[in-house]
C-alpha cells in the first residue's frame, strides 16, 4: 500500500499530473484527484455522503456501512475523534469534508503521513521518499546522521524527518488542510493515565487484542502467524485459531540448540490441531545479515530488521507459496508488557508500599547494587535536562545490562568507529531538542519509555510492510494496535510489575484464550547465536563492502575503525548493537544513492 494526497485546487491538480501514475486514484467531489496511490481491495474501507468523504487505508475492522454510518453523524473533521478513538486494528484516516482535508496515522507510527510543499502548495504521502521526489529534494545531512545513534535517537528526535524539507505528522495529531494548501496541525490524543485494576484492565486488553485478529481475519484470503514459542506469537496464533479459515503458523528454527522455544512451540501447536503447522529448517533459511546491504526499494530510513533481512523475503515467499494473504506477528508484545527500569521509578512515585516487596527480587534479578538502584530511583532529572545529559554522555560506552538507565530511557550512545564530526552533529541535534523543553511523551518515565518503545518498534513494522508487499503479503502486528497500546498503557503500574512473573499483564489477558501450561513458560527464547552466525557467515563480504562505504563519503564513519570492530571478538552480545545500527544506516543510505541514480537515468 502507498498513497500521494493532493489539495482540491488546480495548483494540487498540476502537482497530481506531474507525478507518477498510479495503479487507483479517489477524486474530490469537485472532480479534482484527491489521493493516488497502490492499495488492494482489502486496504481500504470508504464511504461518502454528499461533499464528505471518509477513506481508512489499512486494517480498520469496519465495514463499509458501519463507516457510512459514522460519517452521517459528522459534519466537522474535528468530531472524527470519536472514530479515530474506536477503530480497532491499524489504518490511517483521511477525509475530506467539502475540500478540507484531514489526514492522520496511528499512534503507533505503523501508519504515519508526512507532508510537504511542492510548487507553492501541499502534497501528503505515507512515505518521505515520496514526496522528496515529487519536490526534487534529497536527505537532510544534519539530521540523518541521528541514526547512527545507539541504541536509537531519543524524542522528539525521531519526529524530525530525514528527508529535506518534509514533515512527519505527528502520531498524536492530525493535519488539516485547506484547499489553498494551508495547513495546520491538532493534537487529539493523549496518552491514558495508568489507572485500572488488573481484572478490568487484562480485559481491555484482551477485548482489543481479539477486536485487532478479527480485523485481519474477516477479510478474505488466508491469514497466518508466528507461533515461536514465545507469549506474544503463542497469544495471536490461539486467537487466531478462534476465526473460521485454514490456519497456517511458522516457526524458524534457531541456530542454538539450547534455545527451548522449539519446546513452547510444540507443545502450543498440539493444542492447535486443525492447523498446518510450518517449521522452516535452519539449513533451507538465509543465514542472519543475509543480503543486509542490497539496495532496497523503500528507502524511508534504516530498518531495525537488517539482521533478518534476508530471512523476512525467504519467510514471505513461503508464505505466498502457501496462500497467505496476510501475516500476523508478534512484534510489539515486547515493548508493551515486558517490565522496564523505569517501571520500578514510576510504582515508586505512584504506589510506593506496593513497590518495595518488589525491591529485593529485582536487586536480584537484574543484578544491581543498591547503591545504584536508590541513585536510580531517587533520580527526578526532568526531561530536557536529561536529553542535556545526552549530549554530554554520548561517547561513552554503553552502559552494561546491570546498571539501570539513569534516566527516562535508554540513554543514546555514538560508536567508536563513528567521526567527530557525527558525534557533533548529534550532540547538536540533542542540546538543541533540550533547549525546546519538550514535555515528555507522559510525565511518568514507565510510560514514555514503553510509548517510546511502541513507536519505534510501529517505524519497524511499518517499513518490513513494504517488503512483503513485494510478494502481495501484507504484515500485521496487531500489538501496535492502537487500541491495544492504550489499554496496556491503562492498567495501574502495581499490576504491571509483578516480581518473578513473565509478562504478567499478558498471561493474565490470555489465560481465557491460551492454555495455562502454555503460558507458564518461565525462559525467554535468546537468539544472539544466529547473530554471532550470521557474522561468521557473511564476514568476508561485509568487509569488502566497507571498501566503499555512504556513510564515510559523508564523513560520518571512519571505515578503517569499523572493518576493525567486524573482526574484533565481541564477547557480549550487546556488543553487537552498534555493528547492526552502523550496518542499517549503510544499507539505507546505498538505496538511496541507488534510488537517486535511478531516477537520474529516466530523466
Not at 212 to 240: C, H, I, K
Not at 361 to 387: C, E, H, K
Not at 563 to 589: N, V, Y
Request: glycine share 8%; net charge neutral; aromatic share 6%.
Amino acid at each position: 500500500m502507498r498513497f500521494t494526497l493532493f489539495p482540491d485546487s488546480e495548483p494540487g491538480r498540476a502537482v497530481a499530473g506531474s507525478a507518477e501514475p498510479s495503479a487507483r486514484t479517489i477524486a474530490y467531489p469537485s472532480g479534482r484527484p484527491w489521493i493516488a496511490g497502490d492499495w488492494r481491495d482489502d486496504e481500504i474501507v470508504s464511504a461518502r455522503v454528499g461533499d464528505r468523504v471518509l477513506v481508512l487505508l489499512g486494517w480498520p475492522g469496519i465495514t463499509e456501512a458501519e463507516l457510512r454510518s459514522e460519517l452521517e453523524r459528522v459534519d466537522d473533521l474535528s468530531q472524527l475523534d470519536r472514530l479515530a478513538g474506536a477503530l480497532p486494528g491499524s489504518s490511517h484516516l483521511l477525509a475530506a469534508f467539502g475540500g478540507r482535508v484531514r489526514a492522520q496515522g496511528s499512534i503507533s507510527a505503523v501508519c504515519q503521513v508526512f507532508h510537504t510543499r511542492v510548487r507553492g502548495t501541499t502534497v501528503l504521502a505515507d512515505r518521505p521518499q515520496t514526496l522528496a521526489t515529487l519536490a526534487g529534494t534529497g536527505l537532510d545531512e544534519s539530521l540523518f546522521a541521528r541514526y547512527l545513534m545507539v541504541t536509537a535517537p531519543p524524542w522528539p528526535l525521531e519526529d524530525e524527518c530525514a528527508w529535506e524539507g518534509i514533515e512527519r505528522v505527528p502520531p498524536d495529531g492530525y493535519l488539516t488542510m485547506n484547499p489553498d494548501g494551508g495547513c495546520r496541525m491538532t493534537t487529539w490524543w493523549t496518552i491514558p493515565e495508568p489507572e485500572l485494576p488488573l481484572r478490568e484492565g487484562v480485559a481491555k486488553v484482551r477485548a482489543a487484542l481479539e477486536a485487532g485478529v478479527a480485523a485481519r481475519a474477516s477479510l478474505p484470503g488466508r491469514t497466518s502467524s508466528d507461533l515461536s514459542g514465545g507469549m506474544d506469537s503463542t497469544s495471536l496464533a490461539f486467537l487466531l485459531a478462534k476465526h473460521p479459515g485454514d490456519l497456517l503458523t511458522t516457526r524458524f528454527e534457531a541456530v542454538d540448540s539450547a534455545n527451548d522455544d522449539v519446546v513452547w512451540a510444540s507443545r502450543a501447536a498440539a493444542d492447535l490441531p486443525n492447523a498446518e503447522h510450518l517449521v522452516i529448517a535452519r539449513a533451507d533459511a538465509p543465514m542472519n545479515l543475509e543480503g543486509a546491504l542490497t539496495p532496497e526499494p523503500d528507502a524511508e530510513g534504516p530498518s531495525s530488521w537488517l539482521r533478518t533481512h534476508g530471512l523476512h523475503h525467504h519467510h514471505v515467499r513461503l508464505l505466498a507459496e502457501h496462500g497467505v494473504a496476510r501475516h500476523l506477528t508478534g512484534h510489539g508484545g515486547d515493548e508493551l508488557f515486558y517490565v522496564l527500569p523505569q517501571h520500578d521509578h514510576s510504582l515508586l512515585r505512584t504506589a510506593p508500599l506496593s513497590y518495595l516487596p518488589h525491591l529485593r527480587s529485582n536487586l536480584s534479578l537484574r543484578r544491581w547494587t543498591l547503591g545504584r538502584a536508590m541513585r536510580f530511583l531517587g533520580d527526578n532529572t526532568s526531561y530536557p535536562r536529561w536529553l542535556a545529559d545526552c549530549a554530554r554522555t554520548l561517547t561513552e560506552p554503553l552502559p552494561k545490562t546491570s546498571h539501570p538507565s539513569m534516566g527516562w530511557g535508554e540513554p543514546p550512545r555514538m560508536p567508536p568507529w563513528t567521526t567527530s564530526r557525527a558525534v557533533e552533529l548529534n550532540r547538536a541535534l540533542l542540546l538543541a531538542a533540550a533547549r525546546r523543553t519538550p514535555k515528555p511523551l507522559s510525565p511518568l518515565r514507565a510510560q514514555h519509555a514503553t510509548l517510546d518503545m511502541v513507536r519505534v518498534c510501529g517505524d519497524g513494522v511499518r517499513r518490513a510492510s513494504w517488503m512483503s508487499a513485494r510478494h502481495d503479503v501484507s504484515w500485521h502486528a496487531p500489538f501496535v494496535d492502537d487500541r491495544v497500546v492504550e489499554a496496556a498503557l491503562s492498567i495501574r503500574l502495581r499490576d504491571r510489575v509483578a516480581a518473578n512473573r513473565y509478562k504478567p499483564v499478558l498471561a493474565e489477558a490470555m489465560r481465557p484464550v491460551v492454555p495455562g501450561h502454555v503460558l507458564g513458560r518461565p525462559t525467554k527464547g535468546e537468539f544472539s547465536a544466529d547473530v554471532y552466525a550470521g557474522f561468521a557467515h557473511h564476514k568476508r563480504e561485509l568487509l569488502e563492502q566497507c571498501e566503499n562505504m555512504e556513510l564515510e563519503r559523508f564523513g560520518l564513519v571512519d571505515a578503517t575503525a569499523f572493518r576493525r570492530a567486524l573482526l574484533a571478538p565481541h564477547p557480549a552480545s550487546r556488543d553487537l548493537m552498534p555493528l547492526l545500527g552502523t550496518l542499517a544506516c549503510e544499507a539505507w543510505l546505498r538505496s538511496v544513492a541507488a534510488l537517486t541514480t535511478a531516477a537520474g537515468g529516466k530523466q
